[in-house]
T-cell receptor, first 115, second 116 residues
């Protein structure tokens, strides 16, 4: 079955530091890949997505590139802000087996950015 | 437009009681999903609705869990005879489903269920 593995947190950074959160996946076929973010007290929000190999998703200064050869979708940001403090979830949606609507999530990574 | 809404935001119940959780999807979204977020298991898929029918109930953890959707809109997730392991945040999402279930899923704020 499909699975997502992301680096365990918590991750604590100082403002303006570089961020990488690793995410690797196992899936058959060509899944779509997502990063969702959950700010304190709020629901899950889509941060970015990529639907095919070598696509780069980007939003709010965050980027992730769909690497099929390494089955990875690592999240990066060049300069984090205090407001980026949140829990980040990597997820995939398969495109085979008749269940291409179901999201499979990683366990989440808590990011805390200190001023 | 309004996003996905869920009620109640918090629910505390005693073991053995039944609870109902409600989800109002984004207007016009035909697909609706329930997920559960718990400390031990992370985010798990529970059930998927296309219109009023549920083609995939595979994630429901036991027969104490059921869900329905009426009028292609509001959905209710019911947990009977609640157990302490049911304590979690229950998330609802909806999507437009024009692409056969592959459109972006938009999530509600969740209902935090605590079973004492």
């Amino acid at each position: 079955g499909n699975s997502v593995t992301q680096m365990e947190g918590p991750v604590t950074l100082s403002e303006e530091a570089f961020l990488t959160i690793n995410c690797t996946y196992t899936a058959t076929g060509y899944p779509s890949l997502f990063w969702y973010v959950q700010y304190p007290g709020e629901g899950l929000q889509l941060l970015l997505k990529a639907t095919k190999a070598d696509d780069k998703g980007s939003n709010k200064g965050f980027e992730a590139t769909y690497r099929k050869e390494t089955t990875s979708f690592h999240l990066e940001k060049g300069s984090v802000q205090v407001s980026d403090s949140a829990v980040y979830f990597c997820a995939l949606r398969g495109n085979s087996g008749g269940s291409n609507y179901k999201l499979t999530f990683g366990k989440g990574t808590l990011l805390t950015v200190n001023p | 437009g309004a996003g996905v809404s869920q009620s109640p935001s918090n629910k505390v119940t005693e073991k053995g009681k039944d609870v109902e959780l409600r989800c109002d999807p984004i207007s016009g979204h035909t697909a609706l999903y329930w997920y559960r977020q718990s400390l031990g298991q992370g985010l798990e898929f529970l059930i998927y609705f296309q219109g009023n029918s549920a083609p995939d109930k595979s994630g429901l953890p036991s027969d104490r869990f059921s869900a329905e959707r009426t009028g292609g809109s509001v959905s209710t997730l019911t947990i009977q005879r609640t157990q302490q392991e049911d304590s979690a945040v229950y998330l609802c999402a909806s999507s437009s489903d024009f692409a056969g279930g592959t459109d972006t899923q938009y999530f509600g704020p969740g209902t935090r269920l605590t079973v004492l």
